[in-house]
């Protein structure tokens, strides 16, 4: 009988940093002023991230820079998603809407900013600050992702 065992490195846990981001602008609106005043180059992304809570699907406007400088990846996701549920009573189409979180616990937080790899504090730090400089950015900081229950969403 053959035995395998496990080793701490078979547990591996993608490493990367979270920016939340609190406004009204719609994602394109996000993503054009970020291009603009962070020098990067967001584009959406054909596939949304798709996942399902409590027997429902829900779909999240992602965007991604892929940064040649450094070696990681940038990623922009909506926090929330608007969903239309059609039902008839007595012969009346109602639509009610239905909203759903990516991170239920953050429902605050309208946007994430997730950096794929090891990033140094200071250049989060960094990114922070010229994030508040826009006008239309309500608050933006650092999120230790190790405080969040459905961190695992965030994981692709």
Do not use: C
């Not at 180059?41 to 450094?70: C, D, G």
């Amino acid at each position: 009988m053959q035995i395998h065992s496990l080793g701490l490195d078979d547990f591996h846990e993608d490493e990367y940093s979270l920016i939340g981001i609190h406004t009204t602008l719609e994602d394109f609106k996000l993503a054009y002023l970020l291009n603009k005043n962070l020098s990067t180059n967001f584009r959406k992304l054909k596939n949304e991230l798709t996942i399902e809570i409590q027997q429902v699907k829900a779909s999240f406007s992602t965007f991604k820079f892929e940064n040649i400088n450094y070696d990681f990846d940038w990623y922009l996701i909506a926090n929330s998603t608007k969903t239309e549920n059609l039902t008839t009573s007595s012969q009346l189409l109602l639509t009610t809407e239905t909203k759903t979180f990516l991170i239920p616990e953050k429902k605050k937080i309208d946007y994430f900013i997730k950096f794929s790899g090891e990033i140094e504090t200071s250049f989060i730090a960094n990114i922070i600050k010229k994030i508040k400089s826009i006008d239309q950015i309500i608050t933006t900081y650092s999120i230790d992702k190790n405080t969040l229950k459905s961190k695992d969403f965030l994981i692709f």
